[in-house]
C-alpha cells in the first residue's frame, strides 16, 4: 500500500475519495491508503467464510463484505475486511459510512 501525497486527511476528506474514485482506501490515523485488487481464489475463500458464518451465526448478528467499512475510532483506522460481523445493535458513523462495533474480522494476509 502507498500513501497519497497528501499528508493528513480529515475522516470527511477520506469519505469523499472513496465516493469518488473507483478504488476502496484505508484510513489510518490521518493517512490514506489504497487497497489492491483480491485473486479469485482469494474472493471465493472470503465468499465461503461469509457463507459459513452465516449459516451458523446467533439471531441478530449477520455477516458483512469487504464493501462494508469498520471504523475504530480509538485507532482512527477505516478498514474494509474481507468478512466482518455485527451483532444487534449496530453502531456506527453516518460521517463515513461505516459500523464501529464488529465483533469479527478477517483480513488478507
Known amino acids: 500500500m502507498e500513501a497519497f501525497t497528501k499528508k493528513f486527511y480529515t475522516l470527511a476528506e477520506y469519505q469523499q475519495l472513496e465516493e469518488t474514485m473507483d478504488a476502496r482506501y484505508e484510513y489510518h490515523n490521518g493517512k490514506v491508503f489504497a487497497m489492491s485488487g483480491a485473486s479469485r481464489k482469494h474472493s471465493a475463500i472470503a465468499t465461503n467464510v461469509s457463507g459459513f458464518l452465516d449459516a451458523g451465526l446467533p439471531k441478530g448478528c449477520r455477516p458483512f463484505d469487504s464493501d ?29 459510512n461505516a459500523i464501529d462495533n464488529p465483533i469479527l474480522m478477517d483480513f488478507k494476509s
Open 68 to 96: 462494508l467499512k469498520i471504523y475504530v475510532e480509538t485507532v482512527k483506522k477505516g478498514l474494509h475486511p474481507n468478512v466482518s460481523v455485527a451483532c444487534r445493535p449496530i453502531t456506527g458513523s453516518d460521517e463515513i
